[in-house]
Nanobody
Framework: QVTLVDSGGGLVQAGGSLRLSCAAS????????MGWFRQAPGKEREFVAA???????YYADSVKGRFTISRDNAKNTVYLQMNSLKPDDTAVYYC???????????????????WGQGTQVTVSS
């Protein structure tokens, strides 16, 4: 079982950048497929970015070209680099881990078993 700790959120002006981190412990990090989701007040938790089991990367249309997911297996950490931030990006961001090698619905929150506690990102206009 893996434990995930999200960090790196904060307040930033529109057009700015943030890098979120998600540190994993208690499991073999390299065997987990990782993703990022976000949840704004009053809205459902939505997909942001993820790795596939083939190591390809997948992004929501709303963040494509602005956000980049990456991972460092030596540090047991996954990152979300967020550039050109917009007020609509304001949300709590969660990292998530999936250890089902047969899963293919990378954009579905139900595919992921383990979740971080979330980190708040606020983008001011």
């Amino acid at each position: 079982q893996v434990t995930l700790v999200d960090s790196g959120g904060g307040l930033v002006q529109a057009g700015g950048s943030l890098r979120l981190s998600c540190a994993a412990s208690g499991g073999t990090f390299s065997t987990y497929r990782m993703g990022w989701f976000r949840q704004a007040p009053g809205k459902e938790r939505e997909f942001v970015a993820a790795f596939g089991w083939n190591s390809n990367t997948y992004y929501a249309d709303s963040v494509k070209g602005r956000f980049t997911i990456s991972r460092d297996n030596a540090k047991n950490t996954v990152y979300l680099q967020m550039n050109s931030l917009k007020p609509d990006d304001t949300a709590v961001y969660y990292c998530a881990a999936d250890n089902n090698r047969y899963s293919r619905t990378y954009r579905s929150r139900w595919t992921y078993t383990y979740w971080g506690q979330g980190t708040q990102v606020t983008v001011s206009s």
